[in-house]
């Protein structure tokens, strides 16, 4: 074969020693960060070209590490280093996501799985609608002048666009939705987009899996914030008291409202009682005097809305005052009597 392409033994024998070198460094690579770290995220690489890729290993420097390759050489990577016991046999759940374009983000153990995520979906960068391509997402063509001379009309048409001339130029008359995700882009839309000098869709590396610790899970988990788990929390305890509630079985999150509920029945046996006991003091105090229960209600409500006691006192005072003063104002006298 060599003497084909013109090559001496020397030459063949040469080049493949440098090819099994450079799988031997390959190897050692990819031991060595997969021994060094426990977070890895597996990302699609299509589309992407190689500027875009040292843009984004420059972004993770510090942070993180990309490796590509062959999966062949990977998967047999993973499965040299857990047959000799130096990795556990929980990293064999990698080896069915191995397939297509892919790669690995090696996540620094000190790192943060979600900085390291933004930092991979910020690094788009704009392409055209090339013929053949898979949509990656909806594309509409906006309303207004598109700038295409008149002779254009035609070409618009074939593709059931309303158009009009205006100022010289042709105008689209309403948002048309030209390609669908998911859909395969035809050579008459990728022409046109070009005419329009229109570049629909943003490329970059795409996360698809993330291994931490041995456990698979979906990039979205990266998502979940803190508000959300409590969300997600008081939700359950709230489950879990209305529960306890129904069945008259008392747990740690009823048993408070099972409190509240036996006082209310207790508090209402004694103010129809009349049986004095200290927790009702107050209660029928205000019962007693509606004014001063109406009075406390408008402090509580200033309070809430920002005021404070002494503010609510102040403006109740101002209310007295003011009717005083009316009251001296209408004493029965009159300029006619």
Same mark, same amino acid.
């Given at each position: 074969?060599?003497?084909?392409?013109?090559? &001496?033994?020397?030459?063949?024998?040469?080049? /493949?020693?440098?090819?099994? @070198?450079?799988?031997?460094?390959?190897?050692?690579?990819?031991?060595?960060?997969?021994?060094?770290?426990?977070? #890895?995220?597996?990302? !699609?690489?299509?589309?992407?070209? *190689?500027? @875009?890729?040292? =843009?984004?290993?420059?972004?993770?420097? +510090?942070?993180?590490?990309? $490796?590509?390759?062959?999966?062949? /050489?990977?998967?047999?990577?993973?499965?040299?280093?857990?047959?000799?016991?130096?990795?556990?046999?929980?990293?064999?759940?990698?080896?069915?996501?191995?397939?297509?374009?892919?790669?690995?983000?090696?996540?620094?153990?000190?790192?943060?799985?979600?900085?390291?995520?933004? =930092?991979?979906?910020?690094?788009?960068?704009?392409?055209?609608?090339?013929?053949?391509?898979? %949509?990656?997402?909806?594309?509409?063509?906006?309303?207004?002048?598109? +700038?295409?001379?008149?002779?254009?009309?035609?070409?618009? @048409?074939?593709?059931?666009?309303?158009?009009?001339?205006?100022?010289?130029? #042709?105008?689209?008359? !309403?948002?048309?939705?030209? #390609?669908?995700?998911? &859909?395969?882009?035809?050579?008459?839309?990728?022409?046109?987009?070009?005419?329009?000098?229109?570049?629909?869709?943003?490329?970059? $590396? @795409?996360?698809?899996?993330?291994?931490?610790?041995?456990?698979?899970?979906?990039? *979205?988990?990266?998502?979940?914030?803190?508000?959300?788990?409590?969300?997600?929390?008081? *939700?359950?305890?709230?489950?879990?008291? %209305?529960?306890? $509630?129904?069945?008259? #079985?008392?747990?740690?999150?009823?048993?408070?409202?099972?409190?509240?509920? %036996?006082?209310?029945?207790?508090?209402?046996?004694?103010?129809?009682?009349?049986?004095?006991?200290?927790?009702?003091?107050?209660?029928?105090?205000?019962?007693?005097?509606?004014?001063? /229960?109406?009075?406390?209600?408008?402090?509580?409500?200033?309070?809430? *809305? +920002?005021?404070? !006691?002494?503010?609510?006192?102040?403006?109740?005072?101002?209310?007295?005052?003011?009717?005083?003063?009316?009251?001296?104002?209408?004493? +029965?006298?009159?300029?006619?009597?």
């Amino acid at each position: 074969l060599g003497r084909r392409f013109g090559l &001496t033994d020397t030459n063949c024998v040469t080049a /493949m020693s440098n090819v099994s @070198q450079k799988k031997k460094d390959y190897f050692e690579k990819l031991t060595n960060l997969v021994k060094t770290h426990e977070k #890895i995220i597996l990302v !699609k690489a299509d589309n992407v070209g *190689s500027h @875009q890729f040292q =843009t984004i290993r420059s972004d993770l420097r +510090g942070k993180a590490e990309v $490796l590509m390759g062959k999966n062949t /050489m990977i998967k047999k990577c993973f499965k040299s280093l857990i047959t000799t016991k130096q990795l556990p046999a929980s990293y064999e759940i990698l080896a069915p996501h191995i397939a297509g374009n892919v790669g690995f983000v090696f996540v620094k153990n000190t790192g943060d799985l979600k900085d390291v995520a933004d =930092t991979i979906r910020s690094n788009k960068v704009a392409a055209p609608a090339r013929p053949g391509a898979i %949509a990656p997402c909806d594309v509409w063509i906006p309303a207004g002048n598109t +700038g295409l001379e008149p002779n254009q009309t035609a070409f618009l @048409q074939a593709l059931n666009i309303a158009t009009k001339i205006s100022k010289g130029a #042709i105008e689209v008359l !309403k948002d048309v939705h030209l #390609i669908t995700i998911g &859909t395969k882009v035809g050579n008459s839309e990728s022409a046109l987009l070009t005419k329009l000098s229109i570049r629909p869709f943003a490329y970059g $590396l @795409q996360l698809a899996h993330v291994f931490d610790n041995g456990s698979m899970y979906d990039p *979205s988990v990266l998502d979940i914030t803190d508000d959300d788990l409590e969300k997600v929390l008081q *939700s359950a305890i709230s489950n879990v008291a %209305a529960v306890g $509630l129904e069945t008259g #079985i008392p747990n740690k999150a009823s048993f408070p409202h099972q409190i509240a509920m %036996a006082f209310k029945n207790v508090a209402g046996v004694a103010l129809a009682s009349d049986y004095d006991i200290p927790q009702t003091e107050a209660i029928r105090k205000f019962l007693a005097d509606p004014e001063a /229960m109406a009075a406390a209600a408008a402090a509580a409500a200033a309070v809430a *809305s +920002g005021g404070t !006691k002494d503010s609510a006192a102040k403006e109740e005072k101002k209310e007295e005052e003011e009717e005083e003063e009316e009251e001296e104002a209408d004493m +029965g006298f009159s300029l006619f009597d």
